[in-house]
């Protein structure tokens, strides 16, 4: 079963056609260096919940829109193998430096995710 890495994130909606650059840049990277699939999402219908939700996971101001992504591999040791690769490309340099995101980092949830089920 496969490995994922999941990322939520708040982007001002000004800056997203800088994001999409940066996507489809390290997008190709990741693909080159094994991942089998890199998904950039961009919220629609995220609603704030009353306890949770997409918007209040990232503290949303009201400029900004949530981004919802996931990069899947063959398992959590293939993922580390790419993500070193990945991380030492020197391609990624520059968008890699917190001054140069389109988005606040500090705000950016992330984690890795076993698959529990797939269809």
């Known amino acids: 079963m496969s490995?994922?890495?999941?990322?939520?994130?708040?982007?001002?909606?000004?800056?997203?056609?800088?994001y999409r650059r940066i996507a489809k840049k390290a997008g190709a990277?990741?693909?080159?260096?094994?991942?089998?699939?890199?998904?950039?999402?961009?919220?629609?219908?995220?609603?704030?919940?009353?306890?949770?939700?997409?918007?209040q996971s990232v503290k949303l101001k009201e400029d900004e829109i949530v981004v919802f992504s996931w990069i899947v591999y063959k398992s959590r040791k293939h993922r580390d193998s790419v993500n070193k690769k990945v991380m030492s490309d020197p391609?990624?340099?520059?968008?890699?430096?917190?001054?140069?995101?389109?988005f606040d980092g500090k705000r950016m949830i992330f984690g890795g995710f076993k698959k529990l089920l797939e269809f």
Do not use: Q
Not at 29 to 55: N, Q
């Open 91 to 102: 391609r990624l340099a520059e968008m890699m430096d917190p001054k140069n995101h389109p």
């Open 29 to 55: 990277i990741w693909m080159e260096h094994g991942a089998l699939s890199y998904v950039e999402c961009v919220g629609d219908d995220t609603p704030s919940g009353k306890l949770t939700s997409f918007p």
């Open 3 to 18: 490995y994922v890495d999941g990322f939520v994130l708040p982007l001002p909606k000004k800056n997203l056609a800088a």
